[in-house]
């Protein structure tokens, strides 16, 4: 069983809906979770984190974290074109190691 | 932006040859890591480091090798290079102290090995 667990996607959604990102992780002992968006050919770069239960708010974005259920999700709202991207949720557990999913592809239609 | 980068970022050359990825960062982090991209693929952690003198491989054995003698700097080398080390190297960095403290990306180096 890996680490982290996305769905792979493809995900689509049109302009102006939310889109909705899902990760599961394995070790109950994780405590900070990440999400980071990756443009094709670019870099992955941090949108946010989160660490405690509850939901997390950034502008357009929303993390949600469950550490009963061990999942973690990334809403975006009033999705635009420019959010299509592949999305990694990351999980550490406090020590030195991040463990990456494979990544969510989410394609915004205009 | 972060203050990590990556030397060379797009690289061509032919199967045998010894290559050194760079990879430097001015952020005073003392954890490092080397990850291997394939295009749309996952992340495979190559190799990392906690700090100076230490080093350790990660999950994908790339046939390379790291060292880290300094905090800012953490060369990757492949001795032999094969066309199925083709591929993009991201460079990470993290502080440490705090368990949300993010990884940091560097451009990335495109290999091609013909």
């Known amino acids: 069983q890996k680490e982290v667990e996305q769905n792979s996607g493809p995900l689509s959604v049109p302009e102006g809906a939310i889109a909705s990102l899902n990760c599961t992780y394995s070790d109950r002992g994780s405590q900070s979770f990440f999400w980071y968006r990756q443009y094709s050919g670019k870099s992955p770069e941090l949108i946010m984190f989160i660490y405690s239960n509850g939901d997390k708010e950034d502008g357009r974005f929303t993390a949600q974290l469950n550490k009963a259920s061990q999942y973690v999700s990334l809403l975006i709202r009033d999705s635009q074109p420019s959010d299509s991207a592949t999305y990694l949720c990351?999980?550490?557990?406090?020590?030195?190691?991040?463990?990456f999913g494979t990544g969510t592809s989410l394609t915004v239609i205009p | 932006e972060a203050d990590i980068y990556q030397t060379p970022r797009y690289l061509v050359i032919g199967t045998g040859k010894k290559i050194t990825l760079e990879c430097s960062q001015t952020?005073?982090?003392?954890?490092m890591y080397w990850y291997q991209q394939d295009p749309g693929m996952e992340l495979h952690l190559i190799h990392y480091?906690?700090?100076?003198?230490?080093?350790e491989k990660g999950d994908l054995s790339s046939e390379s090798t790291v060292s880290r003698i300094r905090t800012e700097h953490f060369p990757l080398t492949l001795e032999s290079a094969r066309p199925s080390h083709t591929s993009q190297y991201l460079c990470?960095?993290?502080?440490?102290?705090?368990?949300?403290?993010?990884?940091?990306f560097g451009p990335g180096t495109r290999l091609t090995v013909l």
């Open positions: 480091s906690y700090g100076v003198n230490s080093t």
């Open positions: 952020m005073g982090h003392d954890k």
């Open positions: 990470a960095s993290r502080a440490s102290g705090r368990v949300y403290n993010e990884q940091f």
């Open positions: 990351a999980v550490t557990t406090g020590g030195n190691q991040f463990y």
